[in-house]
């Protein structure tokens, strides 16, 4: 007997956690996720009843509510099946690292390491599957800084993923000698600390001028509204994207010969 027509095949699932902030502040980007993802040849849908991963109470020491606002998102996504995929090294972290010692000790710790299992930042999966190829190449030839987020950089070990995507979609890249360095943000501590906040943005917004760069791109939203914010209010002429917006934008999808990579 023959197998299955491919051409027929449903598309393999994949589930997209937006995070809170994506959608409370830039809900194009999960729009640009969703794209990207079913370019890829996926069937991508967002997650129902999710919330909050949970981090901002994590991060400033609330341990009980952090977890009782984590679970209805742990709820939700324990409900999917396949790669869950999340535009943020942020929450990504919080869910693959932290949910361990957030959940010890409670019934639902099961799922919630079940959970972490399947889930991916969304450049890392991108990267991972072979996306190398823009069917619109960037026309503007905008040049284009990359910041390294805190928890993608240093919690997941993202850093040549954005990279490489932005490479393929024909965006010419400028590097700065600050793109791994803290944007200043960290959650509550750009409320608690903010004359230090503001130290830090400046520090690399400083350094991104300096490169001739006229975009900043990221993985983080909240790092990219830190910036953004002290951008505008020092009248710096700085544009500041998603990741997701740019790939999505440019065409991106899986490079003709097909194969992932291993």
Same mark, same amino acid.
């Given at each position: 007997?023959?197998?299955? /027509? #491919?051409?027929? &095949?449903?598309?393999?699932?994949? $589930?997209?956690?937006?995070?809170?902030?994506?959608?409370?502040?830039?809900?194009?980007?999960?729009?640009?996720? =969703?794209?990207? !993802?079913?370019?890829?040849?996926?069937?991508?849908?967002?997650?129902?009843?999710?919330?909050?991963?949970?981090?901002? &109470?994590?991060?400033?020491?609330?341990?009980?509510?952090?977890?009782?606002? %984590?679970?209805?998102?742990?709820? %939700? !996504? %324990?409900?999917?099946?396949?790669?869950?995929?999340?535009?943020? @090294?942020?929450?990504?972290?919080?869910?693959?690292?932290?949910?361990?010692?957030?959940?010890? @000790?409670?019934? =639902?710790?099961? &799922? &919630?390491? #079940?959970?972490?299992? *399947? $889930?991916?930042? !969304?450049?890392?999966?991108? /990267?991972?599957?072979?996306?190398?190829?823009?069917? $619109?190449?960037?026309?503007?030839?905008?040049?284009?800084?990359?910041? /390294?987020?805190?928890?993608?950089?240093?919690?997941?070990?993202?850093?040549?993923?954005?990279?490489?995507?932005?490479?393929?979609?024909?965006?010419?890249?400028?590097?700065?000698?600050?793109? #791994?360095?803290?944007?200043?943000?960290?959650? $509550?501590?750009?409320?608690?600390?903010?004359?230090?906040?503001?130290?830090? %943005?400046?520090?690399?917004?400083?350094?991104?001028?300096?490169?001739?760069?006229?975009?900043?791109? @990221?993985?983080?939203?909240?790092? +990219?509204?830190? !910036?953004?914010?002290?951008?505008?209010? *020092?009248? =710096? /002429?700085?544009?500041?994207?998603? =990741?997701?917006?740019?790939?999505? #934008?440019?065409? +991106?999808?899986?490079?003709?010969?097909? @194969?992932?990579?291993?």
């Amino acid at each position: 007997m023959s197998g299955p /027509d #491919e051409s027929t &095949a449903p598309a393999p699932s994949v $589930t997209v956690f937006s995070t809170c902030t994506v959608d409370t502040v830039g809900p194009d980007v999960a729009t640009s996720t =969703l794209n990207l !993802l079913r370019r890829l040849g996926f069937g991508a849908r967002l997650v129902r009843g999710a919330t909050c991963c949970g981090q901002p &109470a994590w991060n400033s020491g609330f341990g009980p509510e952090a977890r009782r606002v %984590a679970r209805r998102t742990l709820r %939700a !996504l %324990a409900r999917t099946e396949g790669p869950i995929v999340v535009p943020s @090294g942020s929450c990504t972290s919080m869910i693959v690292i932290h949910w361990k010692e957030l959940f010890h @000790g409670d019934r =639902l710790a099961p &799922a &919630a390491a #079940e959970v972490a299992a *399947r $889930t991916e930042e !969304l450049s890392r999966f991108l /990267d991972r599957h072979g996306v190398s190829h823009a069917s $619109t190449p960037e026309s503007n030839q905008t040049a284009t800084t990359v910041h /390294d987020s805190c928890h993608g950089l240093r919690g997941l070990g993202l850093k040549g993923e954005s990279r490489r995507l932005l490479a393929a979609a024909g965006v010419p890249l400028v590097e700065c000698s600050t793109s #791994e360095r803290c944007c200043g943000f960290g959650g $509550t501590f750009s409320v608690k600390m903010p004359a230090v906040s503001s130290a830090m %943005a400046d520090e690399k917004l400083d350094d991104m001028v300096a490169s001739g760069a006229s975009r900043v791109v @990221g993985g983080d939203l909240s790092c +990219l509204m830190q !910036l953004e914010g002290r951008a505008r209010r *020092r009248g =710096l /002429d700085l544009e500041f994207r998603h =990741l997701a917006e740019v790939l999505d #934008e440019s065409g +991106l999808s899986k490079e003709p010969t097909g @194969g992932n990579r291993p």
